[in-house]
């Protein structure tokens, strides 16, 4: 449907305001908001993600796409709603306490929402208990925990912990990333998975959802 070829090609330019007037305009003419979801949102930031790890474009334009996705969104939402489209997922997002970072985390945010997940961001300087209490009233699939200094990523151990006394990691994935944060660091505090970017951390993410848990 050429509308939905020209709102994908719009997230993927990063043209906010034709995104928007796209999803508006095919709202108007009934497209199913699921179809518009998919077709025109989803399979754009894909091709977005895979140009970022292609090396063809950088962070501030997946951070344009990110946002003209995110408009799109905000309009399509109550119809994805009354329509009854399930997220593919639930995440709860944020930087670890003492951290303010936050650019990395909501393009990892927006990610996730561009790949189909549900998304609880809890903001920056996020401490174990604000985590905790937000997966008790959320029910998440995934944690996800960014940190942009070395002195603040003990802190996702810390989490780690706090979700192993609590009793909850059996019941919620911990997906860690931020600049100084290694594959090998995320296997030795015990989290579940590491996303070096925003775009392996959305796919990633996808592919945990099909994964079974390991006991
Ligand atoms: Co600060 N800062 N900063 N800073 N800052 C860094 C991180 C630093 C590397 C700069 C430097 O010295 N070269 C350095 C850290 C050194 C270290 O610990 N190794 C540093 C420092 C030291 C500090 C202060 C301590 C400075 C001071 O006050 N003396 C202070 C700390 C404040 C605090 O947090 N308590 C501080 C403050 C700040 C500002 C407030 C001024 C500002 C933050 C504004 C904001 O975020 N709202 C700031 C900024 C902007 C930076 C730099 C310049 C840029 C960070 C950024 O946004 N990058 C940064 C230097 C740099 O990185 N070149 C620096 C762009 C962003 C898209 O990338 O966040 O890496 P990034 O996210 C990537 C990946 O890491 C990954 O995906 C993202 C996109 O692909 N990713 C994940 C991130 N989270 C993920 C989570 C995932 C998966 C992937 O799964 C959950």
Redesign the pocket.
């Known amino acids: 449907m050429s509308i939905l070829v020209d709102l994908r090609q719009s997230v993927i330019d990063g043209d906010m305001n034709q995104a928007h007037e796209l999803v508006s305009k095919a709202i108007k003419e009934n497209v199913p908001a699921e179809q518009i979801l998919k077709e025109g949102l989803i399979s754009a930031m894909a091709e977005v993600g895979r140009m ?1 790890e292609a090396g063809e474009i950088f ?1 501030p334009e ?2 344009i796409a990110a946002r003209a996705m995110k408009s799109g969104l905000t309009l399509l939402r109550p119809h994805l709603i009354a329509s009854n489209v399930k997220a593919i997922g639930k995440v709860i ?1 944020g ?1 670890v306490e ?8 909501n ?2 945010g927006m990610m996730l929402e561009g790949a189909g997940f549900e998304v609880i961001d809890l903001g ?2 996020v401490p174990p208990e604000k985590y905790i209490e937000a997966i008790r009233e959320n029910k998440p699939d995934i944690v ?9 990523m003990p802190r996702m151990k810390d989490l780690i912990l706090s979700l192993d006394e609590a009793g909850l990691h059996n019941h919620v994935r911990v ?7 290694t594959e090998s660091y995320a296997k030795d505090i015990g989290a579940d ?9 959305a796919s990633r993410a996808k592919e945990l959802m099909f994964e079974p848990r390991k006991s």
């Open positions: 970022f962070v997946m951070l997002i930087t003492g951290d303010v970072h936050d650019i990395g985390k393009l990892v920056a300087d996800a925990c960014s940190a942009l200094l070395t002195t603040t997906m860690i990333g931020g600049a100084p944060v998975l590491y996303a070096p970017d925003a775009a392996s951390a």
